[in-house]
């Protein structure tokens, strides 16, 4: 598949897998209807994927190990809790992501990794 059409892909994926945690875990709150806007964020959260999960999966190597894979979930749970951060820092998009607590942090984390899981399948 072209490069382009993949990111795009990618970017639709995510946007799709960011509106069903708003959707359907309370305490993830989207707080952006423009689809430019989220698709803007869609890619931010690839960019933030692309260079901070092989860091961090190198990081915490022996804990992903020792429990079978499912320390890829604290990884993903990670770079999900840096998203808002990261968001906060440009104008236009602060206060877009709002993740309340912890168990809306894990649950979220579920569906936008079964999202992209069934992106990357399509791939």
Do not use: E
Request: with cysteine.
């Amino acid at each position: 598949m072209h490069w382009l059409a993949r990111l795009v892909l990618i970017i639709c994926g995510n946007v799709f897998a960011l509106w069903l945690a708003n959707t359907y875990v309370p305490g993830f709150v989207l707080n952006t209807t423009n689809w430019i806007a989220l698709a803007l964020i869609a890619f931010i959260f690839i960019v933030l994927n692309f260079l901070l999960k092989p860091l961090l999966t190198l990081a915490l190597g022996p804990i992903i190990i020792i429990t079978l894979g499912l320390g890829l979930i604290v990884v993903n749970m990670l770079i999900l809790w840096l998203l808002p951060l990261v968001l906060n820092s440009i104008d236009f998009l602060r206060g877009s992501i709002i993740i309340q607590d912890i168990p809306a942090l894990f649950l979220a984390t579920l569906i936008v990794s079964a999202v992209n899981f069934i992106i990357h399948l399509a791939n």
